[in-house]
């Protein structure tokens, strides 16, 4: 055997291709939206209109046909419902055998007898409307305080966020802009509820600075080249 043969040439290796991991996607090339991703690209393209990202901002989410419902407030009472309820009480099981008897003897017994009876019933009364009214009114605090506790989380991530943005741009505490800054961040709270306090400040001094872009007087070139600035544009729009 001829030790110095040429031995065949093997084809060369294809590079083996990456599987498609999450650290390993290729970003994406259209514009994030408000829908599909709280990032907001920080610069929109030359034919695109900057507000465009936040178009869906003011829009409500639309409502969850398999959401559960809402616990309902207890129904009020009225009299036909109180009259059925304390129907069915036997106030005269507080009638004892001796007034019984003294009932059916007459006299001044009788009267005596009669007297406690009434007395007896209307303590009885009482105590059942004491005793209705306080469950009632247990039952109405209960889910009060649950209602309350429920949105207690909401609210304090709402103020930490709401911090954290008068920290970061004193110009959200300025009470020409402050109403305007706090509506979008609530939307924006309710569109992305895990998205950082960091992140929805940005997106809401985002949103600001586009829509103030908007209404801001374009430049025009006029017969020299040079730019000008459309007032009479401006001011019509």
């Known amino acids: 055997m001829d030790i110095f043969k040429t031995q065949e040439q093997q084809p060369a290796p294809q590079p083996a291709v990456a599987p498609v991991t999450e650290g390993n996607i290729p970003p994406q090339t259209t514009p994030a939206t408000l829908e599909g991703n709280p990032t907001v690209p920080a610069e929109a393209a030359k034919n695109e209109n900057p507000l465009d990202p936040y178009k869906e901002l003011w829009q409500d989410k639309p409502t969850d046909p398999n959401a559960p419902a809402p ?4 129904a009020p009472l009225n009299a036909a419902d109180l009259a059925k309820t304390f ?12 007034q019984h ?13 009669m007297a406690e009876i009434v007395n007896a ?54 009470p020409a802009i402050k109403p305007i800054a706090d509506a979008t961040r609530e939307r924006l709270i309710g569109k992305f509820p ?31 080249g040079a730019g000008d600035t459309d007032w009479a544009m401006f001011l019509e729009s």
């Not at 129907?87 to 001796?98: H, M, N, P, R």
């Not at 306080?134 to 949105?151: C, I, P, R, S, Y």
């Open 121 to 174: 019933s209307i303590q009885q009364a009482m105590v059942q409307s004491t005793l209705i009214n306080n469950q009632l009114t247990e039952q109405a605090v209960a889910k009060a305080v649950a209602d309350q506790a429920a949105t207690i989380p909401d609210l304090v991530r709402s103020q930490a966020i709401a911090n954290h943005s008068a920290e970061t741009n004193p110009l959200f505490k300025n």
């Open 194 to 224: 895990d998205a950082p306090p960091a992140e929805i400040t940005k997106m809401t001094q985002d949103f600001i600075i586009a829509m103030g872009a908007e209404f801001a007087p374009k430049e025009t070139l006029n017969d020299n």
């Open 101 to 113: 008897a003294a009932i059916a003897g007459g006299g001044e017994g009788a009267s005596t007898a």
């Open 71 to 74: 616990a309902k407030p207890p």
């Open 87 to 98: 129907g069915k009480v036997d106030f005269s099981s507080g009638i004892t055998a001796e």
